[in-house]
């Protein structure tokens, strides 16, 4: 059976947290990959990056509604607005990437991969040893082992 270890880039490009987001639109397009974990100066992971972030960052911003409720005045989905308005002014990777990670582990089966992909609707999952990035698993690796293993 498959394993994380065995499907996963080595190489990980990845990102400080202090990188601009220009910087990171460049890295991108360069090794035209579709995201990148977000690692500290001690080589940990502090977050994940990805495309989607950049593109949410120039999305419009939804204006929240307001209801009035006999003399009160109720805003709906408020915090969300200012969690979108601070990442649209976003300069930096740290202030755009999401930084409750979604991991793996190098002895993480191909099923599990595709569960988490599937459930959580992630499509690039660090992997982790400790807290050290030792390798990636991203959608075109898990179609290549499941060509792979229909080939056997």
Do not use: W
């Not at 001690?42 to 495309?51: D, R, S, W």
């Not at 595709?114 to 030792?134: N, R, W």
């Amino acid at each position: 059976m498959l394993t994380a270890k065995d499907i996963m880039t080595k190489d990980v490009i990845t990102v400080r947290p202090e990188a601009t987001v220009e910087e990171l639109a460049r890295l991108l397009m360069e090794h035209k990959i579709s995201g990148v974990p977000v690692v500290n100066e001690k080589n940990t992971i502090v977050g994940i990056v990805t495309e989607n972030d950049l593109i949410r960052k120039n999305k419009r911003l939804h204006i929240p509604t307001v209801i009035r409720l006999f003399d009160a005045y109720i805003m709906l989905g408020s915090g969300k607005a200012e969690e979108e308005i601070k990442k649209m002014a976003a300069t930096t990777v740290d202030e755009i990437c999401t930084k409750k990670v979604v991991s793996i582990k190098e002895a993480t089966s191909l099923e599990d991969i595709a569960t988490i992909m599937a459930e959580q609707h992630i499509h690039l999952l660090p992997v982790l040893s400790g807290s050290t990035v030792v390798g990636i698993v991203g959608k075109a690796d898990m179609v290549r082992a499941m060509t792979y293993e229909a080939s056997k």
